[in-house]
């Protein structure tokens, strides 16, 4: 419950939500800022390059480590801000597309935190070479392309019920979807992404970037409902 002093008025959850999902997706833009132009290896790289990097780079992956648990914060904030704007609506008619939504964002924070326990797991382990880098970057591409499927998860949830309950507009709509297909096939994908081979980092990658604009262009539509409720 929120306590009202004089003279002073709540800030609508909704309202909260939004500037969440704004920061959720400046967090995870700013930890790949870090990351990449430092070298991560992307998925099915070489154990030599891998070890290099977690070896030669502990700083940059550490900083983008860091981030990382304010995000999964600020990701379940703004799934349930979208709950708490459509669940009457969606109660009425008998769905809950909106909780869809928010299970998968839960479940892509539980994966993440294993991806990001990995890196920093390889990053411990670097003076071992590609002994450890054998058994933990195949788990790492695992974990990392396997949420896709939660990341669609949510997108799907979150569209869906955003659409049907008025809150988004069509195209915003339209574009989870299509970010949500893509993620999901990347998934499938996911033992050739393992191998190097195959259209799965590719796929996530598009459905990634969609995400993100999906996201911002979220946190804006919350902002306007807080700002008029």
């Not at 070890?51 to 600020?74: C, H, K, M, N, Q």
Request: net charge positive; with cysteine.
């Amino acid at each position: 419950m929120t306590r009202k002093v004089a003279g002073s008025r709540a800030i609508p959850f909704s309202r909260i939500s939004g500037f969440a999902a704004l920061g959720f997706a400046a967090l995870i833009m700013t930890s790949n800022l870090i990351a990449v132009p430092a070298g991560l290896p992307s998925t099915g790289a070489d154990l030599g390059e891998v070890t290099a990097f977690f070896g030669d780079r502990r700083r940059e992956a550490a900083i983008a480590s860091a981030l990382t648990p304010a995000a999964w914060v600020l990701a379940t904030v703004f799934g349930a801000g979208v709950c708490s704007v459509l669940w009457r609506s969606e109660r009425d008619r008998g769905e809950a597309w909106s909780l869809v939504g928010l299970a998968g964002l839960l479940l892509q924070n539980t994966t993440f935190a294993a991806v990001v326990a990995t890196r920093l797991a390889l990053a411990s382990t670097s003076t071992q070479g590609p002994v450890a880098a054998s058994v933990l970057w195949p788990l790492h591409d695992g974990l990392f392309v396997l949420n896709g499927t939660f990341l669609a998860l949510a997108l799907l949830g979150l569209s869906i019920g955003g659409r049907r309950g008025g809150l988004l507009r069509g195209w915003h709509g339209a574009w989870g979807l299509v970010a949500a297909g893509l993620l999901f096939s990347s998934a499938i994908l996911a033992p050739l992404a393992v191998d190097g081979a195959g259209p799965a980092p590719l796929l996530g990658l598009a459905g990634w970037l969609m995400w993100v604009v999906w996201l911002v262009a979220y946190g804006i539509t919350l902002l306007r409902v807080g700002h008029t409720a």
